[in-house]
């Protein structure tokens, strides 16, 4: 299994700030997922980390608007930047352990309210 | 992205057999049939996976279509703590940078209640 630690659990933040989120595994890792959860929704992947290169965004995600650091196999911070109301969610890091049972493991995520 | 499609809600009662269908129509030969759970203010949680045959583990039963174009995750006797968002997604396998990985892709899932 991988263990995976989020911080903030939660926060409120005032609209036009940013928040970074830090996601820390408890092994090292190829590839780390970032997702967003909006209210009574489902996850929707946000962007694929590796380490060393650029993230990867998908459709209707941009850098500028949720920017993405990869510094090491076992850390990834996402910051969701100029907050407004919409952007109200839980946000998840996660990780795939490959192998005889290839699984992604998930965090506890971080809960953002922005007002 | 292959889709998946799921009832919105299910019920069941303690101790009984649960039965979660799952269609995939426009499954490809080499999208693996994953299962993941959510419980309440936690994030998702892997249940099973699968091919072709059906898959058994301490969770969970997977039963597979001979087509692949459905499939059913079966819970043998369902308890309170089962109570979860449970999720059927085809994992589409990307690479990037000499890496192979697994994009899974979220439906709406399916609401599991379990009364006692």
Redesign the interface.
């Known amino acids: 299994s991988a263990v ?1 630690s989020q911080k903030p659990s939660r926060d409120i933040c005032q609209r036009g700030t940013s928040l970074t989120i830090q996601c820390q595994v408890d092994s090292q890792v ?2 780390m997922f970032w ?1 967003r959860q909006q209210p009574g ?5 946000i962007a ?1 980390a ?1 380490q ?2 650029e993230a ?1 965004y998908e459709s209707g995600f941009v850098i500028d608007k949720f920017p993405i650091s990869r510094p090491n196999l076992t850390f990834s911070t996402l910051t969701v930047s100029n907050m407004s109301p919409e952007d109200s969610s839980i946000y ?1 890091c ?1 990780v ?1 352990r ?1 192998g005889a ?9 971080t809960r953002l309210t922005v007002v | 992205d292959a889709k998946t499609t799921q009832p919105n809600s299910m019920e069941s009662n303690e101790e009984e057999p649960v039965h979660l269908p799952c269609n995939h129509s426009t499954i490809s030969g080499t999208d ?1 049939i ?1 299962w ?1 759970r959510q419980l309440p ?6 249940v099973i ?1 699968g091919l072709t045959s059906n898959v058994n583990n301490r969770m969970a039963s997977l039963a597979i279509a001979e087509d692949r174009k459905s499939s059913t995750l079966i819970l043998h006797r369902a308890t309170l703590r089962d109570a979860a ?1 449970y ?1 059927c997604i085809l ?1 589409d396998v ?1 690479r ?2 000499g ?1 192979s ?9 399916t609401i599991l209640t379990v009364h006692p």
């Open positions: 995976i190829t590839m997702y929704q489902s996850l929707t992947l694929t590796n060393g290169s990867t998840l996660s795939e490959q049972r290839t699984e992604a493991f998930f965090g506890q995520g | 693996y994953h993941y203010s936690q994030g998702p949680e892997y996976h968002v999720y994992r990307r990037a940078g890496t990985y697994g994009k899974l892709t979220f439906g709406q899932g």
